[in-house]
């Protein structure tokens, strides 16, 4: 059984690489791919396995019941606390996929632009009482270039918007939309109905054969599933084969880095890994780019410390771990008099971002997107069915069967608010399978979120009622958070070193040949999806680093 | 996004059903570690046709509960998903999907206390209510479904019915949903392709009726 994939070319662990990258979702993907193809050696590690097309199976207990893709509580477990004064409960909280492709290997595809307010909202609309918005260092229209050649690189699929509001875009999208499925259908009557704005959802789907690939099938198994056809654009089908065809770029999955290593002076000189026999391994290194997101990033810092780095790696401003973020996310259900069949065809088609900035007089920071969809198939779907009468037997499996066919869910994505005390830290007792201290998260949503959520169920339900659903159902708001799978804020970006861990390049400011790029480096969270902005910064990212190392400012 | 997935979420709000889906999610882990091996990929048919171990049917034995027991759980899972005017949870051998996950390695053997007392307690009443001899898989439906109402809300019941549904409707190499029955029932289809029209709504002609065009 071989432990790596053995394409592309291999490294010595006792001679420095250009760089090593940990993590191949699709930041640390985009950053090979992109050093590589400007003629740097590169190394990513990953700490999970790959995973051959001949297994990606449509296994819903596989996906969403025993952690086949993602960081398993058997040997990664976790713990959590609403506030910083409570003892934290041991609870799988923060989800990601391990394996090689990152979380990408099974996400929905939503591709959305940030625009132009996401990057300066503290300017627009001021400071929030007991959170830390703060502008980003960099703006939409710096990043504008990047978030078109991630488009092409990837084979987004979608349709430029005419609508207020919509950012700049300088060229089309590559891919013309994907078919519409009955939910899509479903949010253009509601939009419609309502006078809202609507449009072809922007999604990291191939709706045409591209660059070698196969367009999507439609089988329907989509969302937290990886797809055997490769039409949907994880780091595992686009960016790691893209950088191992350079020649220059080794993936050697099922390394778990433990430490960045750091000499006297305080430059980085490798990584401490375990292999897959749980050995140690020191793999030399000219310089490292951290892309583990935004809960394994701040713990590697966070368990390298040093004499010189005492409170972890570029933790000076102690920022590290701090403002963790997870975009909002409301549902309601609705059903409806036809056959919708929405288990067919992608998770979602059509999108509306009608409430992308409410009126703030609402009371409330931030806004987002509502999509309709079918998310999960026939075992999860039916496991989520609303309580609305007897609950077995014949009359519930006619229920569970009309169910599954007459409905669509209507999903909110929305902001949340940077707050320091919601993080990702080190628990003091618990530790993993390797003996490192597990992820500890503290979390409460800041009031204001909450109320954009209600804000956003409502119009979840009024979208839904104005499509024709004969019923809405919604589950009130929980006061108590579930779990969370997108993973932002925990080594923010920003011109002060006090009050960031990285800069506008995303090198951290306390170690020159150290860079981080993920979703841990976002200021604010944006408004619902931020896997394309994301790969979009690791673009940019790599771009600089690579004009860095060309001038030996590295 | 916080988990945009209803099982743990969604699932544990509803009171009926409380804590059994983290119940559920133990004792199914050690099924997941499935029993086929890879088959490999079959490029020759159109392009790159991905045939992955999805299709296969487990052979249909009882290797955890004895035949007995097996025949009471079968009982109280048809009263779950009943045979009506379509197939049931007998039809998908939802009981080959409980045996399973019970047998395989240790975490799933943690349940089987809960299900052997879970019956005995059963077949207690049973005999409690209608003699001796009575049995719960000899009751008239409408007996079982009394005594079955009278412990709907306890572990036993609870994980009862999320395992009657995860055997109907997950992939039958974990035991159950055979021959895909249980997808059949709700009109899901084993397929790796699917294509548009998909429902009513996206037919270009409901859909010029609905939005004046076709989207």
Redesign the interface.
Known sequence: MPQTQTKGKTFATDTAVDFVIIGSGIAGGSVARELTSRGFDVLVLEQGREV???????????A?????WTNPP?TSPQTFRKTPDAKAEKRQYL?YARVVGGTTFHFTGNFWRLRPIDFNEFSKHGAVAGADVADWPITYEELEPYYTAVEEAMGVSGEISTAPGEPRHSKPYPLP?L????P???L??GA?KLGWSSK?APMAILSRPYKGR?PC????FC??FPC???AKSGSNWTMIPDALKSGRCEVRSNSYVRKIETDDSGRVTGVIYFDKDKTEVMQKAKAVVLSANGAETPRLLLMSKSNRFPDGLANSSGMVGKHLM????V?ANGL?E????????PVVT?ITQEHYVPDPSLGFFGGGGIDMRF??????????MP?DGP????EW?TR??NW??HSAAA?G?TTSLPVATNSVSLDPDLKDAWGLPAIRTTFKDHEHDIRLYKFFQDRAKELLGAAGAQKVYA?PI?DE??????LLGTARMGNDPKSSVVDKFHRAHDVKNLFIVDGSSFVTSGR?QPTMTIQTLAFRAADHIAQFAKRREI | MKNPMPDESTVSRREFVTGLTALGAVWLTAAACAKEAPKAVDSSASGIMPMANDSTSVPQALTHFTAEQAAELEAIASRIIPTDDTPGAKEAGVVYFIDQAMQTGGVAADQGPLFAAGLESLAKAAAKQHGATSKFSTLSAEQQDTLLKAIEKTPFFGAMRFATIAGFLALPKYGGNKDFVGWKVIGQEHTYEQKPPFGWYDQPDNQKALLGRVL
């Open positions: 051959p097309p001949e297994d990606m199976e449509h296994d819903e207990i596989g969403f019941m025993s952690s086949r058997e989800q939309p078919d519409v499925t009955g899509g259908v479903l253009e009557v419609k072809a196969q099938h439609n089988c329907g969302l937290a055997e056809w490769g997870f975009n909002g996310n549902v409806f036809h056959e919708v069949h929405g288990h067919k065809g059509r998310d999960v198939p026939a075992l999860i779907r039916t496991l989520g309580v609950e077995w037997g014949s499996k569970m069967r599954f066919t999903y994505h589950d929980p958070p579930g779990s969370a799978v997108h619902g």
